[in-house]
């Protein structure tokens, strides 16, 4: 823990984590982590993909980002674990995202993605410094602390939280991609959402629901949605976006995961930003 110098620690009601004394919350931080990918998606049209990630820090919630830095390729592996360490300072006053890209290593073709998360970056100090955030295409990447203990992994639960709950919620979006953004794909403004959700991440999915179409760029969805809780079980919800006017399937507008522990920990309301442009909030009813 010598390397990490925490300049701050004010006094908060929140439970113990990261071998804190009680109640202590993290301000300031030098963080150094590496990254692991678990079940990374197969672009290889002969052998597999040979996954490297650039690494990159917003301090304006997503508006702009700055490269942090990238790792090495690991040729002919789905479930890599890169030896590259990155150094960032924490600072909760700022609202600061890491952005993971993977990318397959190409030599004869253009590199091509093979997935991407925001990851909060003050969730990330208040899980204990481990996260397994679920990639928009297939897999997951852990991201871990190379600079001591790690916690739990999950965002500490307010005291009082029951063992299980029904979630009642309503989805708006901001920003999404236009036109612009998406290039040959047809887009006629006229989102909805198809949600989802997997025990684990990686799991099998099940559908929620989805909401009716929006014709709005910024769309307010009416549709309330319901969702069984379990702490005890390791939930995931997915939000996937499409426009009413897509020919094909796949080629929708973004796609987000949420750990549905973390939602209900910061009070049932939460906002995800989508890989490529916009954001999705998910509001308690
Ligand atoms: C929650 O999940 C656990 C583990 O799968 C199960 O034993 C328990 O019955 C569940 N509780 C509810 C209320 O669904």
Redesign the pocket.
């Known amino acids: 823990m010598e390397n990490t110098l925490f300049l701050f620690i004010m006094l908060a009601a929140a439970t113990n984590f990261f071998g804190f004394s009680d109640g202590a919350v993290v301000e300031k931080a030098k963080l150094k982590f590496k990254v692991s990918g678990r079940n990374i998606k197969n672009e290889g049209l002969l052998g597999t993909s040979d996954p490297y990630v650039i690494v990159s820090l917003s301090e304006d919630g997503g508006q702009s980002k700055s490269k942090v830095g990238r790792t090495d390729t690991i040729k002919n592996q789905l479930n890599p674990d890169w030896s590259n360490e990155f150094e960032i300072k924490f600072d909760r006053k700022k609202d600061q995202l890491l952005y993971f890209h993977v990318w397959d290593d190409d030599r004869m073709r253009r590199d091509e993605t093979l997935g991407r998360v925001w990851v909060n970056v003050a969730d990330y100090v208040d899980k204990g410094q481990l996260d397994t955030p679920n990639l928009d295409r297939e897999g997951y990447l852990i991201i871990k602390s190379t600079d001591g203990e790690v916690g739990s992994g999950s965002l500490p639960l307010p005291a009082g939280t029951p063992?299980?709950e029904t979630l009642r919620f309503m989805l708006s979006a901001n920003g999404l991609p236009s036109k612009d953004d998406i290039g040959f794909i047809s887009i006629k403004g006229d989102p909805y959402v198809m949600v989802a959700y997997t025990d684990g991440p990686s799991g099998s999915v099940h559908e929620v629901g989805r909401t009716t179409v929006s014709s709005s760029k910024d769309p307010s969805w009416n549709d309330i949605m319901t969702f069984?809780w379990?702490?005890?079980?390791d939930q995931w919800l997915r939000f996937r976006i499409y426009d009413d006017d897509n020919l094909r399937r796949d080629d929708h507008l973004g796609q987000a995961w949420l750990e549905v522990n973390d939602y209900v920990a910061k009070g049932q309301i939460y906002t995800l930003l989508l890989p490529k442009k916009g954001t999705i909030t998910i509001r308690r009813v």
């Open positions: 063992e299980s069984h379990n702490r005890s079980k």
